[in-house]
């Protein structure tokens, strides 16, 4: 198992190059987010000698070996991981009940739509729809086209992807597997409802 965040990934590759004693964080939370990579990182910490300084946990070490603070540490660390899972299944539980009533419920936004900050409603972007509705035409046209040759024909009519670049095959089978939602319909996870965003095609 790899710990991914880069800011993480960083701080480690510090303690082995520099002078370091002690990590501070504002508790332990921040620093692991599962049992798993709590031994990864304590094991590289204490291979280089550094403790961890909590501001929410004053008395958290690393190297704790009086039986109070273990069992309180282990308590805090308990109580913040409830606290992560118990916000993530209300997170859920909101996300399920828009994609239930067709609003959008987060995630990657379609090409050919957009958000609104503080709105959570997906919105027509006329650029990127006159974009998606060229390429089902398209599609109508030439059912047996690869998808690159897609991605060619948009590229030699000059559309091009918000960074102004060229299109690829990755980015058209991207719209294809979108068609529900700009058909109307919306869908997360195994929810599929009548969508409250305006359809493309």
């Not at 959570?120 to 059912?143: C, G, H, S, T």
């Not at 690869?146 to 060619?152: E, G, M, R």
């Amino acid at each position: 198992m790899t710990v991914e965040r880069d800011g993480l990934q960083n701080m480690l590759a510090d303690i082995s190059q520099l002078n370091i004693h002690g990590v501070i964080v504002l508790n332990t939370s921040r620093l692991w987010r599962s049992d798993m990579a709590k031994v990864l990182i304590q094991r590289e910490l204490k291979r280089h000698q550094v403790d961890v300084k909590a501001i929410e946990q004053p008395n958290y070490s690393i190297y704790a070996y009086d039986p109070n603070d273990f069992l309180v540490n282990g308590m805090l660390e308990l109580l913040d991981q409830y606290q992560q899972l118990e916000i993530a299944l209300k997170l859920g539980r909101g996300r399920r009940k828009k994609a239930e009533q067709g609003g959008y419920a987060g995630g990657g936004i379609p090409f050919g739509y957009k958000v609104i900050k503080g709105n959570k409603l997906l919105i027509v972007d006329d650029r990127k729809a006159e974009i998606v509705r060229r390429l089902f035409e398209l599609k109508q046209q030439n059912p047996h086209w690869i998808l690159a040759h897609y991605a060619d024909q948009l590229n030699k009519e000059g559309y091009t992807t918000d960074q102004g670049k060229s299109f690829t095959k990755v980015q058209i089978k991207r719209i294809f597997d979108h068609e529900p939602i700009y058909r109307g319909t919306y869908s997360f996870g195994n929810i599929e409802a009548v969508g409250q965003h305006q359809a493309i095609i």
